[in-house]
């Protein structure tokens, strides 16, 4: 039977979030986005909050809520700016997830319980110069030594570079490897380790109130205990991770294809032009119902995606396709937003520039829609199916959540 | 010590408002259409901090229907508790004093409560009475638009309050128990916590009637209100014009401006 009804719990935890967006960062985004930096407040209030640990059990630091609450969370995050929703992706989704599905018990402990607080701030080094969709192409090294591995590489357009205590660190144990994946190892590197350099980029086109940037490992010495998974593992690992990064940019975009409708909405019914306000004019009325079917249709994918992930069914097609379609529809929804304030929807006095700018990263960042295309072809054609693997996502178990250990 | 916080559901700030058939209608497109009184949150949060500060309850009480659970479910998100709702159908209609009967009642039947938490108006209402009259009612000290709590001594049963008033601010001195007005200025009430939100969706809130608060029929609700709600007509839209005012320097438009405001009377 089919009930796309929400709980109370996570209609008022997505509430709680919206007014933290809305009273806390809203006001001074503009300014903030201007000068190209982020709001100093916003990780700590963050942590605080309690978001950055929202779908985490509570003996691990978190909230204890499910995975659909991630999702509405992100789409609430995003509606006021998409550097917000940056944060849950890399921070929840492509590391304290990745912890929390193929961390030891002891690494939980260690490492996820301060990120799901808000005390580490934590980040997914996958991408380097010369390696985006060919993660094989990778060149960071993982040397072993004693009990320790020596890191050598170097990391690019990574969300908080600047400002991660924790990196998930993707590098070959064996560079020489046939596959080259299957030599791909997963790291935990801290920031304070010698060694680890970072520095932000800018100049970006959008989600410039964020961080973004790269981190330099030179014989960077991690103990064996800060390897996640077994030596070969990191590329299956840094793939759930994606399963779950993803997630959280198909509901954050979700969340801007509703925000260029609103600001739409608002604007349709205050403009006026021939004598009457726009929102009259069949043309606008169509920008208008394009938008409520995109986010319609966004909405859905990625609750689906929340529901599997809920219950512990592999998702890993389901979430790519709701990432696919959301990032390519807010940056439609945006370019209609756009059109929809004419000149002034060019300027910055108006969010919908920012809404623009900010949703055309998303349509490269974890998997292009192009690779998306692909991914979703492999499936239909029966090429591509998803093995099990030695560590899956926990589903989601109230109980177990929610108890203090 | 026992602090009661009295909340009141009510249309959201950003609700749409439509009078059809003498009756009003409201909805807000972009979220709930009824929330906890913003004024109220100042009051909430102030009784959470007494009782984080001094220990007892922090109790959230409520007269409206059914639905006003909502707003006590914030409360207790936000960290109350305890929250007790006052529904009963002789109570509908009620007028500020009907309502202050009622809810000094409750107060009453709680026992040793010491202070007694109210936003300085409602926003739907906006008379700011029903404070008052319960302080009235209880027999207690009124200390309204209160600003800062500067001292509240448990020992002693005192407590100091900074009043915000038109001409400034007054400081006074009140034996406890009180009943409390606050105005925004007080604190910077907090949101409801991911873990509170669990525990309100969790919670018994328990309903008192008139019968449980021995209310005699004909001191609340419709019968005894003074205030007629039966026929709500909306306001006549105001006429309006635009005049720009044109000249070739801005003292000149100045000039003119002052000119013309002397004209219609308004300075």
Redesign the interface.
């Given at each position: 039977m089919l009930d796309f009804s929400l709980?109370?719990?996570q209609i008022?935890?997505a509430?709680?979030v919206?007014?933290?967006a809305e009273k806390e960062v809203y006001p001074t985004i503009g300014e903030y986005d201007r000068k190209q930096e982020m709001n100093p407040a916003v990780l700590p209030r963050m942590g605080e909050?309690?978001i950055l640990g929202?779908n985490i059990p509570v003996r691990y630091g978190g909230?204890?809520?499910d995975y659909v609450t991630l999702g509405l969370v992100c789409e609430e995050l995003e509606r006021v700016d998409s550097t917000l929703r940056v944060v849950m992706s890399v921070h929840m989704g492509l590391n304290s997830m990745g912890l929390l599905q193929w961390g030891t018990e002891e690494q939980k402990h260690h490492f996820l319980a301060p990120q799901a607080r808000g005390e580490k701030i934590a980040a997914f080094g996958l991408t380097e110069p010369g390696a985006g969709s060919d993660v094989a192409a990778l060149r960071s090294t993982a040397r072993r030594d004693g009990d320790d591995y020596i890191i050598n590489g170097e990391k690019m357009w990574i969300s908080l570079a600047t400002k991660a205590d924790h990196i998930l660190w993707f590098a070959k144990t064996d560079p020489d490897a046939e596959p080259a994946h299957k030599s791909i190892t997963a790291f935990m590197v801290e920031a304070d380790m010698p060694g680890v350099t970072s520095g932000d980029i800018h100049g970006k086109l959008g989600v410039r109130a964020g961080s973004t940037g790269w981190v330099n490992c030179k014989d960077v010495r991690v103990p064996a205990f800060n390897r996640i998974g077994h030596e070969g593992e990191g590329f299956k690992i840094a793939m759930s991770c994606l399963d779950n990064g993803r997630y959280t940019v198909g509901s954050g975009a979700t969340g801007l294809i509703r925000a260029s409708l609103?600001a739409s909405i608002k604007y349709a019914q205050e403009r006026e032009t021939f004598g009457e306000p726009i929102a009259q004019h069949q043309l606008i009325q169509q920008k208008l119902a394009y938008m409520q079917q995109w986010y319609d249709a966004a909405r859905l994918l990625y609750l689906r995606a929340g529901w599997m992930k809920n219950e512990g069914i592999r998702n890993t097609r389901e979430t790519s396709v709701a990432k696919w379609y959301a990032t390519d529809m807010s940056f439609q929804a945006a370019h209609e937003a756009v059109q929809v304030h004419g000149a002034y929807g060019y300027s910055d006095e108006y969010d919908v520039e920012r809404f623009l700018r900010n949703s055309r990263g998303a349509i490269i960042y974890e998997g292009t829609s192009e690779i998306h295309q692909l991914m979703q072809a492999g499936y239909a054609l029966g090429w591509r199916r998803d093995k099990p693997l030695r560590c899956e996502l926990p589903a989601y178990d109230p109980e177990y959540w929610?108890a203090e250990a | 010590m026992k602090v009661v916080v009295c909340t009141k559901q009510t249309p959201s700030t950003t609700a749409v408002f439509s009078v059809e058939n003498g009756h009003v209608n409201w909805e807000d497109p972009g979220g709930k259409p009824n929330v906890v009184n913003p004024w109220d949150e100042y009051a909430i949060e102030q009784a959470i901090q007494i009782q984080e500060e001094h220990g007892g309850d922090a109790i959230a009480l409520s007269m409206g229907t059914e639905e006003s659970k909502e707003a006590l479910k914030t409360c207790l998100a936000m960290g109350c508790t305890e929250a007790i709702l006052i529904a009963d159908e002789a109570f509908q209609g009620s007028d500020t004093l009907g309502t202050a009967r009622v809810l000094a009642a409750a107060i009453a039947k709680m026992e040793d409560v010491q202070i007694a938490l109210f936003g300085k108006q409602a926003i739907d209402g906006d008379t700011g009475q029903t404070p008052v009259q319960v302080a009235v009612k209880l027999g207690w000290t009124p200390l309204t638009f209160v600003s800062g709590i500067k001292e509240l001594n448990p020992d002693e049963g005192t407590i100091t309050v900074e009043r915000l008033l038109p001409g400034g601010k007054e400081t006074v001195i009140a034996k406890l128990p009180v009943v409390i007005s606050v105005v925004k200025e007080l604190n910077d009430p907090r949101y409801p916590s991911f873990m509170g939100i669990r525990k309100a969706n969790r919670a018994t809130i328990p309903t008192w009637t008139a019968a449980d608060l021995a209310i005699e029929s004909g001191t609340a609700g419709a019968s005894a209100s003074k205030v007629d709600w039966s026929n709500v007509s909306e306001l006549p839209p105001r006429d309006t014009e635009v005049e720009i005012i044109e000249a070739d320097t801005v003292q000149e438009q100045a000039r003119i401006l002052v000119d013309r405001l002397f004209e219609e009377k308004v300075i």
């Open positions: 709980t109370d719990e008022s935890a509430e709680m919206r007014e933290f909050l309690g929202i909230q204890g809520f609103e929610q | -």
